[in-house]
C-alpha cells in the first residue's frame, strides 16, 4: 500500500519535491515521513522495492530513501534496477546491519550517502537537502540540453560543420580553409547558426556545443 501525503500549502503541487521512503519497518516509515513533513516535503512511502518500480517516476525533484536490506529484492538490487531502467533519483540508504563493502558498493553506484540506524534527524534532513538539490540542478541540466538539442536539429549540415570548426577555436579564415569556402561565406553561416542556436556570444557557442558532446576530429582543427 502507497501512502502519499498531501503537499504543503506553501507550495504549489507541481512544483513541490518528493522524498520517496522503501522501508519494510511500517513504524520507521512512519517516523520518516512526519520528519519529512514537518520541514514541508512531500512523501511517498512504500513496503517494498516492487511497490516502489510500479510508482511513475516523479516529473520534479525528488529523492529516495532507502533501507538496504528488504523482502524480496534488496535496496542495493533496487538500484541496480532503477540505473538499469534509466531513473536516476538519487539514493540515501539507510541500515542497521551495514558493512564497509556493502557501502563501498553504494557509493560507487552513486548513493549519496549511507547511514546506519538509528538515525539523526539532522543528518538524513541535510542528505535529503542534498539530494533534492543534486535533482533539481540535473533536471534543469537536462532541460537545457534538451532546448539546445532542439535548436542544433534546425541546422543544416554545412552549419553544423562550421559550428564544429568555430567552436573548436579555429578563425573564420581557418575554417573557410577546411571546408573550401570564402571566408565571407563562413561568416554568413557563423551569423545564421548565432541566430539559430540563440547564441549572444561565441562563448554561448562553446557552451552549448559542450553540453551537446560536439568535438571536432584533430585533423578538422590541425591548421
Known amino acids: 500500500m502507497v501512502t502519499e501525503r498531501a503537499p504543503s500549502p506553501q507550495q504549489e503541487e507541481s512544483e513541490q519535491p518528493i522524498v520517496f521512503i522503501v522501508d519494510d519497518d511500517a513504524s520507521m516509515r512512519r517516523a520518516l515521513a512526519n520528519l519529512f513533513e514537518s520541514v ?11 511497490q516502489l518500480l510500479q510508482a511513475k517516476p516523479p516529473e520534479v525533484p525528488s529523492c529516495l530513501v532507502l533501507d538496504i536490506r528488504l523482502p524480496g529484492a534488496s535496496g542495493l ?9 534509466n531513473i536516476h533519483t538519487p539514493i540515501i540508504f539507510i541500515t542497521g546491519h551495514g558493512d564497509i563493502p556493502m557501502t563501498v558498493r553504494a557509493m560507487k553506484s552513486g548513493a ?3 547511514l546506519t540506524k538509528p538515525v539523526r534527524d539532522q543528518d538524513i ?5 542534498a539530494a533534492i538539490e543534486r535533482d533539481r540542478e540535473r533536471r534543469d541540466l537536462n532541460r537545457t540540453v534538451s532546448t539546445v538539442k532542439s535548436r542544433f536539429d ?12 568555430v567552436t573548436s577555436g579555429l578563425m573564420n579564415k581557418q575554417v573557410a580553409a577546411k571546408l573550401g569556402l570564402a571566408e ?3 561568416k554568413i553561416y557563423r551569423g545564421q547558426i ?10 554561448d557557442l562553446v557552451r552549448m556545443s559542450e553540453a551537446l558532446g560536439i568535438r571536432p576530429s584533430k585533423s578538422d582543427v590541425q591548421t
Open 40 to 50: 514541508g516535503l512531500k512523501v511517498e512511502a512504500f513496503g517494498s522495492a516492487q
Open 77 to 85: 538490487d533496487l538500484q541496480t534496477d532503477l540505473a538499469k531502467a
Open 112 to 114: 549519496i550517502d549511507f
Open 125 to 129: 534532513l541535510d542528505a535529503v537537502q
Open 154 to 165: 534546425t541546422l543544416s549540415s554545412r552549419e553544423r560543420d562550421v559550428l564544429s570548426l
Open 184 to 186: 565571407i561565406t563562413v
Open 194 to 203: 548565432m541566430r539559430k542556436m540563440g547564441a549572444k556570444s561565441l562563448a
